[in-house]
């Protein structure tokens, strides 16, 4: 069966780095698109980061541009999430998330199929 499993989150400063991955399994992970989805306390999805099957096509939100980086290893069916310059308002629990397709999804939940349970990255001094 499909599964993704987030990892890497925790307590980090502000101007701090993480890096989240997420490890794919039970699917052709080349063979889809995949995405990097947040959810701050007390507020709604952000579909935050997305690439496509082979990692040539990239999204980014506004909120993160220039200081995260998403990148896919699909040798080793695993989904990165580089985040740098961290602020508190990046604290979230983060998803990655499967595509039905290959191709960028656009940020609506009906693009996906298949959900990790998240990691959480707290910034905070």
């Known amino acids: 069966q499909v599964q993704l499993v987030e990892s890497g989150g925790g307590l980090v400063q502000p101007g701090g780095s993480l890096r989240l991955s997420c490890a794919a399994s039970?699917?052709?992970?080349?063979?889809?698109?995949m995405s990097w989805v947040r959810r701050a306390p007390g507020k709604g999805l952000e579909w935050v980061l997305a690439?496509?099957?082979?990692?040539?096509?990239?999204y980014y939100a506004d909120s993160v541009k220039g200081r995260f980086t998403i990148s896919r290893d699909n040798a080793k069916n695993t989904l990165y999430l580089q985040m740098n310059s961290l602020k508190p308002e990046d604290t979230a629990v983060y998803y990655c998330?499967?595509?039905?397709?290959?191709?960028?999804?656009?940020?609506?939940?009906?693009?996906?199929?298949?959900w990790g349970q998240g990691t959480q990255v707290t910034v905070s001094s």
């Open positions: 998330a499967k595509a039905k397709g290959e191709r960028l999804p656009r940020p609506r939940a009906y693009e996906y199929d298949y």
């Open positions: 039970g699917f052709t992970f080349s063979s889809y698109a």
């Open positions: 690439i496509n099957s082979g990692g040539g096509s990239t």
